[in-house]
Every structure is written in structure tokens, then in C-alpha cells.
């Protein structure tokens, strides 16, 4: 038993280990940069924003010729979002038309490719855009490919990036079980991020879980706060969502026979208006909290010692954002640069 623990704690530390090769360091937490707004500060004071910060990796959701040069000169990896409408380009032109695309973006040569660590190729397709669905696949063979022709291949990660729906169960975690309808799609892109040692990248949003469900998800599980474990699961105990979701991933991924694909939270954040739950007190204990145990390293219960590398929503409140009041809300910083609400990022 001595012997087995000893040999799971090595295999967590490997498996970090392994996790901060492949992409950026997960201990350090990174902050989504969307800008669907009127009011956006220019690229090279948001860059100097996060710096100031500590924070040294951000996620676009495009690849933005205004933002990329400037995050890349702040010294920022870089995670870029390939939109949802380049995908059957990208799926029919092969690997010379994905090498066009990267260099058509800035993304093949020079300091931004440089810092480039992840492409999240799609946003949510399974989700909200089955269009896009047959094409996912082949894009990221094909942009894997051609960053392999530019020996870029170990530095930049591909993968695709999935709303918390992906699962058809997730309670209790160890149940975490993909959507059967979307295994047609799911099967190949596990393949192909197992051979290329890329992350599963999750969006996972416990405050729209608990304004959708409150009963069943009180505020204080959502938040991750909870005093005592909310779900128990065998012999592991959950106090959060946060913690419960990620694991139903890993679940779903061992259940398939992907157990060592790592799993990256592309998108996890928590607004201050709204909703009666959307209150600056609530983000800055939700993105404290998420920013004290990258900073700290924590993993799950399922894999501790495996630290899941965590991107926050937003860097800024986003006025031109559709749908419900607290979408406008979930910036950590207002435009003039001050924090929202008390956070840490040290
Ligand atoms: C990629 O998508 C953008 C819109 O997001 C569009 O303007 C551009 O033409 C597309 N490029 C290709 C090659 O499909």
C-alpha cells in the first residue's frame, strides 16, 4: 500500500511535469482576453495591465492582428482562438492551406509565433455550432501538421475548446461520461491529442450552473467555498463544482482510454452584475480562489498533485456582448485598469 502511494504521488508529479512540458506552466494562471466591446483599453496597456499583474498568459479568442504583436513584445503566451467560420477552410485545404492560414495570421514566424503555446481551434462547436462539427477534426490535423513542417510542434499545442455540455453525465464525477451523440467526433480528436500530448480544454462556467439550477447547486458549492464536502464520490470528496466538473472530465476521458490526456479550463470566471449572485464579493472569492490554487499548484481529488491549468474570464467586461446581463460583466479590471474587486494574482 506504502509502495502504491508512493508510486501514485511519482505519477502525479510526472504528470505535472509532463502537463508544464506540453503547454505553459499550469501553476500560473492565465486570463481570457475577449473583445467584444466599444470601451477596450488599447492592446499594449491591457498587455501592460497583465503584466503588472504577474500574469504572463492570456487566451484570444482570434487571431486579432491589432492584440498579437503587442501581447507577444509584453512577453505573454499566447493561446489563439481559430474561429468557428475558418473551419472548412481549414479542414479542406490540407496542411499547406493550414500553413497559409497561420502565416496569413502572423502565427507561423517571428516573436508571436514564439510565444504561441496554445491554438484552440473552434469554440464550442459540439455545443452550439454542429455545422462546424465534421470539420474539427481534420482542421486540427491539419494545423498540427503544418506546425509540424515549421518545427513549431512541441512548442504550440492544438487543441479544441468544449462547453461543459460535452458531458451526458457528470454526477457523481466518477460517472463523467462523454455525450454518446458526439463520440463520432470526440473518439479521433482523444486520438489525436494523445499522440500530440495536447490538453482536453473544458469551459466550465459553476455561477451559470447555479443560476440555472440553485437547488441543486447552492451558491456555496458553485463558488467552491462550501464549509464541508457537498458530493461524495467513493472515497473522494468534493466542496466545489469547479473541482466535481473537472474530474467527471477525467472520468470520461479514462472511460474512453484517455486517462493521460491532462484537462486545461479555457474559460472559467465569475461576473459582478446582473444577478443577485453576480456581486464583486462573489468574483473575488471565486477568481481568488482559482488564482491561489494555481499559484499553489492544486489538483483535483481524483488527480491531486496534477495541477489543471486555468484560464479566467475576462481580463475586461465585454459592453458589446450579447445575452443575459451578467454576459457584459465578468471583467476583472475596469478599462481605466483598476481591479473590480480585491484579487491577487501573486
Ligand atoms: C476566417 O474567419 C474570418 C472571420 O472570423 C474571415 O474574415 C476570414 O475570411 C476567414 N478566413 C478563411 C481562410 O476562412
Known amino acids: 500500500m506504502a509502495t502504491l502511494r508512493f508510486g501514485c504521488v511519482l505519477l502525479a508529479a510526472l504528470a505535472a511535469l509532463l502537463a508544464a512540458a506540453a503547454g505553459g506552466d499550469p501553476g500560473k494562471i492565465g ?34 492582428p491589432a492584440v498579437l504583436p503587442a501581447f507577444a513584445a509584453a512577453g505573454i503566451d499566447l493561446t489563439v482562438g481559430v474561429p468557428n467560420e ?20 502572423g502565427l507561423a514566424a517571428g516573436p508571436v509565433a514564439g510565444r504561441l503555446r496554445y491554438l484552440a481551434v473552434g469554440n464550442e462547436v459540439l455545443y452550439n455550432n454542429q455545422f462546424y462539427a465534421p470539420h474539427l477534426v481534420p482542421a486540427m490535423r491539419n494545423l498540427h501538421a503544418a506546425l509540424a513542417s515549421l518545427g ?8 479544441s475548446a468544449h462547453a461543459s455540455s460535452v458531458l451526458a453525465s457528470s454526477y457523481p464525477p466518477s460517472a463523467g461520461a462523454f455525450d454518446a451523440a458526439q463520440m463520432d467526433v470526440l473518439r479521433p480528436m482523444l486520438r489525436l491529442l494523445a499522440d500530440t500530448g495536447a490538453p482536453f480544454m473544458l469551459n466550465a462556467y459553476p455561477f451559470i450552473s447555479h443560476v440555472g439550477d440553485p437547488a441543486n447547486v447552492p451558491l456555496a458549492y458553485a463558488l467552491g467555498a462550501s464549509d464541508e464536502p457537498v458530493v461524495r464520490d467513493g472515497a473522494l470528496a468534493y466542496a466545489g463544482l469547479f473541482d466535481a466538473t473537472v474530474d467527471a472530465v477525467v472520468a470520461a476521458l479514462e472511460r474512453e482510454g484517455f486517462g493521460g490526456v491532462p484537462v486545461a479550463v479555457t474559460e ?12 464583486p464579493e462573489n468574483a473575488a472569492a471565486y477568481n481568488g480562489r482559482m488564482a491561489e490554487r494555481a499559484a499553489r499548484g492544486v489538483g483535483t481529488p481524483r488527480r491531486p498533485g496534477a495541477p489543471v491549468e486555468v484560464f479566467l474570464f475576462d481580463l475586461y467586461d465585454e459592453d458589446g456582448k450579447t445575452g ?23
Open 268 to 279: 472559467t470566471g465569475w461576473p459582478t452584475a446582473g444577478h443577485p449572485a453576480a456581486t
Open 152 to 159: 513549431l510542434d512541441g512548442a504550440v499545442k492544438v487543441s
Open 324 to 346: 443575459a446581463e451578467f454576459e457584459r460583466h465578468f471583467g476583472i479590471f475596469r478599462a481605466d485598469g483598476v481591479k473590480a474587486y480585491n484579487i491577487n494574482f501573486a
Open 31 to 64: 486570463v481570457c482576453h475577449g473583445r467584444v466591446g466599444g470601451n477596450l483599453p488599447a492592446p499594449e496597456a491591457a498587455a501592460a495591465l497583465l503584466r503588472s499583474n504577474g500574469i504572463t498568459k492570456a487566451r484570444l479568442f482570434l487571431p486579432d
Open 86 to 105: 475558418n473551419l472548412t477552410f481549414l479542414s479542406a485545404a490540407g496542411p499547406e492551406g493550414a500553413l497559409q492560414w497561420l502565416r496569413s495570421n
